[in-house]
């Protein structure tokens, strides 16, 4: 499918990044992947998409380094590398020793990563903010890479932002970006006409990301919610402090910034012509 974004659904209905992008000119763009558990699914969803029994990725993004973005990537390299070929690893990793001391939430991921760096180096690339790059017909801007100085709600906000802009169509990419990051991304390009998007990617799954300044200016007229069930509904059922839980509030941002489109991981994989 031309021009598309597959955004999947999880099979365990929790937590997780996992988008399949196709191009009019026959590109496929992977961005992060989910959860060990999504491997399979992830694997065949791609087949299907690509309608080939050992498809190509001609560039992966990472957007950090937290399980429910990057398991995936690491579970295919170490175990079901010869299932696809892959051109380019798009990331910008903080250091280990930066994490450890910052954010003990992604230090296993981290030495993952170390671990099966030997794999993949070879197609790593670095972005910055101010990168500028082109896959077929899809174009990036990378509006945002981690910042050292940022100390709060550390590996959420070393996520990658970024502008693609497909078929017509401009989409905003946040993973896991937070209120800080999302704060700089505001400052540095508050002037350059690429905050506003026809889509945006609502940051940590819909909660505790971004804040309604940043949407403001992405205004954007569709929302992608990588959001199972639970995290919607502020469900107490999962057994979570549901009182850190912010989906409500900022799905009332959206219905008062006049969105009316939304796409949802809890419905299923969603499909997105642009």
């Known amino acids: 499918m031309k021009n598309t974004i597959h955004m999947l659904k999880s099979v365990t209905d929790t937590i ?13 763009i992977v961005i992060d992947g989910g959860f060990p558990s999504e491997t399979d699914h992830f694997l065949s ?7 080939a029994g050992i498809p190509h ?8 380094p937290h399980d429910d973005h990057v398991s995936v990537f690491f579970e295919v390299m170490e175990h079901h590398a ?25 230090a296993q991921t981290m030495a993952d990563f170390y671990r099966l760096l030997p794999r993949f180096a070879d197609k790593m690339r670095i972005l910055s903010g101010g990168d ?4 077929g017909a899809a174009h990036f801007h990378i509006l945002y890479s981690h910042d050292f100085e940022i100390t709060a709600n550390v590996c959420n906000n070393t996520s990658l932002v970024f502008r693609m802009e497909l078929g017509g169509k401009s989409v905003m990419f946040t993973g896991d970006c937070g209120v800080e990051a999302g704060h700089k991304v505001l400052r540095l390009w508050k002037d350059s006409g690429l905050l506003q998007c026809d889509y945006c990617q609502m940051a940590h799954h819909g909660q505790n990301g971004c804040d309604r300044a940043f949407y403001e ?19 107490a059922g999962k057994g979570y ?26 419905d299923g994989t969603q499909a997105i012509h642009l």
């Open 82 to 106: 010869e299932e696809i070929t892959l051109d380019t690893v798009y990331l910008n990793f903080p250091s280990q020793s930066f994490v450890a001391k910052q954010d003990a939430s992604a």
């Open 132 to 135: 500028v790059l082109d896959i």
């Open 217 to 235: 200016a992405v205004a954007p007229s569709a929302c992608i919610w990588c959001t199972p069930t639970w995290l919607w509904n502020n469900d």
């Open 45 to 51: 969803s791609l087949q299907e998409i690509t309608g």
């Open 57 to 64: 990725i001609d560039a992966w993004f990472l957007t950090h």
């Open 241 to 266: 402090n549901t009182h850190t839980w912010q989906t409500v509030v900022v799905r009332g941002w959206m219905d008062e910034l006049g969105v009316k489109e939304h796409y949802v991981m809890k």
């Open 16 to 28: 997780c990044n996992s988008f399949i992008i196709t191009t009019e000119d026959g590109k496929t």
